[in-house]
T-cell receptor
Framework: DAGITQSPRHKVTETGTPVTLRCHQT?????MYWYRQDPGHGLRLIHY???????DKGEVSDGYSVSRSKTEDFLLTLESATSSQTSVYFC???????????FGPGTRLLVL | EDKVVQSPLSLVVHEGDTVTLNCSYE??????LLWYKQEKKAPTFLFML????IEKKSGRLSSILDKKELFSILNITATQTGDSAVYLC???????????FGGGTRLMVKP
């Protein structure tokens, strides 16, 4: 299995508070991705990174920001959490974006 | 805009049945199509298909791609309860820097 961890694994927070999710990899892969998964929507890309300090928006980036200061870490921040951001968040990595991505275990976020 | 549509949305079968899951796609510059299995956790990789008509096989699972008709199928023979999962397909986008996922097919295999 690819060495990907996510933290925290579960989080409950209140509307309006900032939240940061962390994805950490030990594979030295260049590409890292943040997805959210909601019933009826499948996996939707939030942001991705193609290198240190190189990031770009995905399909559902509003309300989220990311940072990648080291190859191994990709952070997702909800600046001011809303109930619509209640979801399961997956991080994924790949050496080549045209090939398979390897997924982390997911973070379950509940915004009250 | 790239698009991936999976059917059926959900499926209930009994152990021993054979199932066929469908994935149709529209992408400007086709590179590959990937299948994943997702149980109550992260998706895990099953197959990557790049060429039409060449079957990929792993145990009771197999998949084939039709680049002319723009679809792929995933077959599972002699289903078991452990096959119960959501099956996802995905294609790289035109720029080749991200995957577009379908909505998934939820398969339930009853004993």
């Amino acid at each position: 299995d690819a060495g990907i961890t996510q933290s925290p694994r579960h989080k409950v927070t209140e509307t309006g508070t900032p939240v940061t999710l962390r994805c950490h990899q030990t594979e030295n892969h260049r590409y890292m991705y943040w997805y959210r998964q909601d019933p009826g929507h499948g996996l939707r890309l939030i942001h991705y990174s193609y290198g240190v300090k190189d990031t770009d928006k995905g399909e559902v980036s509003d309300g989220y920001s990311v940072s990648r200061s080291k190859t191994e870490d990709f952070l997702l921040t909800l600046e001011s959490a809303t109930s619509s951001q209640t979801s399961v968040y997956f991080c994924a990595i790949t050496r080549d974006p045209q090939e398979t991505q390897y997924f982390g275990p997911g973070t379950r976020l509940l915004v009250l | 805009e790239d698009k991936v549509v999976q059917s059926p949305l959900s499926l209930v079968v009994h152990e021993g049945d054979t199932v066929t899951l469908n994935c149709s796609y529209e992408v400007t510059n086709f590179r590959s199509l990937l299948w994943y299995k997702q149980e109550k956790k992260a998706p895990t990789f099953l197959f990557m298909l790049t060429s039409s008509g060449i079957e990929k096989k792993s145990g009771r699972l197999s998949s084939i791609l039709d680049k002319k008709e723009l679809f792929s199928i995933l077959n599972i023979t002699a289903t078991q309860t452990g096959d119960s999962a959501v099956y996802l397909c995905a294609v790289p986008n035109n720029a080749g820097n991200m995957l577009t996922f379908g909505g998934g097919t939820r398969l339930m295999v009853k004993p």
